[in-house]
């Protein structure tokens, strides 16, 4: 990592442990650096400098993705093979392992190294910004532009791009659990603290990485990219991409099929040695038998799966930070998301002005709303960037051009937050006395005001009831004040309402009936009042199970909200840890559950579900903090993805089934013969010829329809079942290669060489076409059809399969020419063969769908510090183009809680 060490060079002028201690003016005054900022020319030459403020980038490695490949159990127990035939003296057995391992790790390759590709170019779009002071005026730029002197504002809700010195503060909390392990938020504010101070005790400092909780500063930059503390630690750490559900499944069916293959393959060898046969010749053959057990292109299959799908959610404009977040993507059956921009336009308008106090006009209410504003009043008329949507909407509207911000004097404000729900300002009308005016959600405004109106209620029902959002205003004289703190907030006096609307979208129905028709129940989590969610709901046709309030669920015990959450359909007026709350217990009662949420107060959440989806107009901390992003925010999108994952899931399967019972069938069916013959029913080159021949056919997998009973619920894997279809089709393949083994023997009276091409041919032609019937619970053809892609692979193995023994190669292999008889018989036996696979699969999926699944107990997989530092880094990246501070793959996602979560419907690992 050259780009590193350069980097790592550049000290700073001054650590963030010095800059803690040391005064403002000498922190400024060592950095080179002042109150404005850099210049434009001064960051430039910085940057040249000490590179990139960047952890890591998104560039695709491929000596990385070609290290993955080997990950496989499967392709492990095929290189210990191949160097023991090498060693043995089998150059034959060694080559067509090799190609074996050369296709299988080629493909592999091929397909991830081009969807991380895909995904390099999405994660390219999706950038995190920070106001920064250059040439004495504020602007947008890259985090990843950042260097050490340059002055950055934050608020609420923005993820530290830098250690940074404290310079002015109001309310700042910070969230640093992720450096600190400490639940609490840490305050801050400019004062310098004493030397030798503990991390977690820099109070006047910043760290990349962590969150602001409430309030808002400026601060100073100190550190950037692997020199901030975070930085530092996420390098250490490297890349630990901790595993999925999915990921883990695979690895339980290779090992039960490394268990399979020992088993049969050490009884098969002390067999032979008992019959005294050569050692060396039994060890080859039980190798070949331990390598034919194998799916050995199933690392293959699933990585072309898994590239197909990304490339599909490519083109829909759908990041998945890792590929096998689209399979998490098709395991969900929960949805749980925001309102506002999913089920509505997310274009909130200003309607109009309601006075609850006689005295003051729709005029005096609306000036009242303006001035209970956290931005300067002059920056928030000249432009609506940076406020909130209902401020935009109030400051877009037309009565707001009369307004003159030169009239008032704004002398304290307390910052909204997702507790108190509510934005206050302390302010004087031209030099007149001080006034305090709260604006915020109803409920907690109404709850600090005395003297109310009965008629109030009624009036905000009203609103409600029609699906207004509503916000009130009250206010107080707060002569003598000059500071504000939420204590202060109270004896406040209803001004009014000012309504808003936000209509819902014209494609939310057909979004909503297309997750209902793939059972995915859709719930809204809203911070909005109960009434104007359920009236949204009303309006797009969506039946509701109930709703709960913020106030409900915290009365609540965790029994009784996870009983109560599964029927409730809406969760209104709740804060983040009450949705956070909500998902952590559904996914406790056996839901697979995904959360799409786009705000501050949506992070902790996404970090909860089993899937986060965020988009890409989100906040950083919900982008930070989800799986998926979507650059367009929209559930049909969504949809598509869900598809797309169960599809892969469901090909995957199809493969996983044929191979398992194919391989077993024909793998004991040759244990057996080796031992009843006196010779071998097949070489070691030729049974692994016939399954490179037999898996290469079956590579157009991923690309093969399918139905559409198959998506509409999430399967899972599930070994026992993999387990007993394997115990009960591999012996049907058994019974059909000792029937070949008679009438090769007792009817054409056959040579060895004739035996094994007789079998060779017949194994190929019967495993080959049994995709046909395994990839569908329908009858074959008639009402299912498989996609041309696999028809013409698996046809096109079958007819070499039966040219090799009557090629010119057929000596070199070993085969013998077959009298033209055998092939009528194997017409026939072929027909009947697939008439008993179809009838026993009818009969095995019956009982299959009878039984009742067996839930396991859940098990919850905590997330540590470590993790949510892995996943974080990736926040701090750069695009492939720009200069690299270390080359670690695609982006970072933290840890899927791969537990099984209870109950579930109904587990289906079939095709």
């Not at 999108?637 to 398992?660: C, D, H, P, Q, S």
């Not at 019967?766 to 053809?781: D, S």
Request: aromatic letters at 6%.
């Amino acid at each position: 990592m050259p780009e590193l060490d350069v980097q790592e060079s550049h000290s700073p002028p001054v650590t963030i442990a010095d800059a803690a201690r040391l005064p403002l003016n000498e922190v400024l005054e060592q950095l080179g650096s002042s109150v404005d900022g850099l210049s434009g020319a001064e960051a430039a030459k910085r940057f040249a400098e000490v590179g990139p403020n960047a952890v890591r980038t998104h560039r695709a490695s491929g000596w990385a993705v070609l290290g993955r490949q080997f990950g496989s159990p499967i392709l492990i127990l095929l290189l210990i093979t191949a160097g023991l035939s090498l060693f043995l003296g089998d150059a034959t057995n060694s080559i067509v392992i090799g190609v074996i391992l050369l296709v299988s790790v080629g493909l592999g390759f091929s397909n991830e190294f081009r969807a991380e590709r895909a995904a390099e170019a999405l994660h390219s779009r999706v950038t995190h910004r920070a106001v920064v002071v250059r040439d004495g005026s504020a602007g947008d730029v890259d985090v990843t532009a950042l260097v050490p002197g340059d002055v950055v504002h934050l608020g609420i809700g923005a993820i530290i791009p830098a250690d940074m010195r404290v310079l002015t503060a109001k309310d700042l909390l910070c969230d640093e659990s992720i450096l600190t392990g400490e639940s609490l938020p840490a305050g801050k504010d400019p004062a310098p603290v004493p030397g030798g101070a503990a991390l977690g005790d820099l109070t006047s400092c910043l760290f990349m990485g962590t969150v602001i909780q409430s309030g808002n500063c400026t601060g100073v930059v100190v550190a950037t990219g692997g020199r901030a503390e975070f930085g530092r630690i996420a390098l250490g750490l490297g890349q630990r991409q901790p595993q999925t559900e999915f990921q883990l499944g695979l690895k339980r069916f290779s090992y039960l099929l490394l268990q399979v293959a020992i088993a049969l393959t050490s009884l098969i060898f002390i067999a032979n040695l008992l019959l005294h046969r050569p050692v060396i010749e039994s060890l080859l053959f039980s190798l070949a038998i331990a390598v034919g057990i194998t799916p050995q292109l199933l690392p293959a299959v699933v990585s072309t799966s898994l590239a197909t799908g990304t490339r599909q959610l490519a083109r829909r404009k759908v990041l998945v930070k890792r590929l096998v977040c689209i399979e998490d993507l098709g395991d969900m059956d929960i949805l749980v998301t925001d309102k506002t921009g999913t089920l509505t336009e997310g274009r909130i308008s200003f309607t109009g002005a309601l006075p609850a106090t006689p005295g003051i006009s729709d005029g005096d209410l609306l000036t009242l709303g303006l001035l209970a504003t956290e931005a300067e009043y002059s920056e928030a008329k000249a432009s609506a960037v940076g406020l909130n949507p209902l401020d935009a909407a109030l400051w877009a509207s037309a009565q707001a051009a009369a307004f003159d911000p030169a009239r008032y004097e704004r002398l304290d404000v307390i910052d909204f937050d997702h507790q108190r729900r509510r934005t206050s300002v302390l302010v004087r009308d031209a030099g007149g006395p001080a006034r305090m005016i709260t604006k915020g959600s109803p409920e907690d405004v109404l709850a600090l005001c005395v003297d109310t109106p009965a008629s109030v209620q009624a009036l905000l029902d009203e609103q409600f009831d029609a699906g207004s959002r509503v916000v009130a205003v009250a206010t107080r004289p707060a002569a003598g004040l000059e500071d504000m703190t939420p204590a202060d907030e109270k004896d406040l006096v209803l001004a009014g309402f000012l309504i808003f609307l936000d209509r819902p979208k014209a494609n939310a129905r057909a979004s909503l009936d297309q997750l209902a028709a793939l059972g995915i129940t859709v719930k809204i989590a809203t911070g909005d009042n109960a009434k104007v969610a359920e009236k949204v709901c009303d309006e797009l046709g969506v039946l509701s199970g109930g709703t709960l309030t913020g106030t409900e669920v915290e009365a609540m015990s965790d029994a009784e909200l996870g009983a109560a959450a599964r029927e409730a359909s809406i969760f209104a007026r709740v804060s983040p840890e009450q949705k956070a709350r909500i998902i952590r217990l559904l996914r406790k009662s056996g839901g697979a559950v995904g959360f799409m949420g786009d705000g501050v107060n949506d992070a902790l959440a996404l970090h909860e579900a089993d899937i986060g989806i965020s988009v890409d107009s989100a906040t950083d901390v919900a982008k930070d903090a989800a799986d998926v992003v979507l650059l367009d925010k929209d559930l049909g999108v969504l949809a598509e993805g869900v598809m797309e994952g169960r599809r892969i899931f469901a090909n995957t399967i199809k493969y996983v089934l044929m191979g398992t019972s194919s391989n077993f069938g024909n793998m004991f069916s040759a244990a057996t013969a080796s031992v009843v013959l006196s010779f071998l029913p097949m070489l070691p080159g030729q049974i692994l010829l016939n399954n490179l021949l037999y898996d290469t056919g079956q590579l157009a997998i991923p690309g093969d329809r399918v139905d559409k009973e198959q998506l509409l619920a999430p399967s899972h894997w599930n070994i026992g079942f993999i387990r007993r279809f394997m115990f009960l089709f591999g012996p049907i393949s058994s019974l059909f290669d000792f029937a070949t083994f008679a009438l090769m023997l007792f009817v054409f009276d056959a040579v060895p060489g004739e035996f094994r091409a007789g079998w060779f041919i017949e194994s190929i032609a019967t495993q080959t076409l049994i995709i046909f019937a395994i990839r569908t619970r329908r009858v074959p053809f008639f009402r299912s059809r498989p996609s041309l892609g696999l028809a013409g692979a698996s046809l096109g193995v079958v007819a070499l399969g039966i040219f090799l023994p009557l090629s010119p190669l057929a000596g070199v292999l070993g085969f013998d020419p077959l009298p033209v008889p055998f092939f009528l018989a194997l017409l026939g036996m072929t027909v009947v063969y697939l008439v008993l696979v179809e009838t026993a699969k009818r009969w095995f999926f019956s009982r299959a769908a009878q039984q009742p699944a067996v839930p396991k107990p859940p098990v919850v997989r905590r997330r540590g510090r470590t993790h949510h530092i892995a996943r974080r880094a990736a926040r701090f990246s750069i695009p492939a183009a720009g200069p690299l501070l270390t080359n670690r793959g695609p982006g970072q996602r933290r840890r899927r809680k791969t537990g099984h979560k209870g109950p579930r419907p109904a587990t289906v690992s079939g095709g």
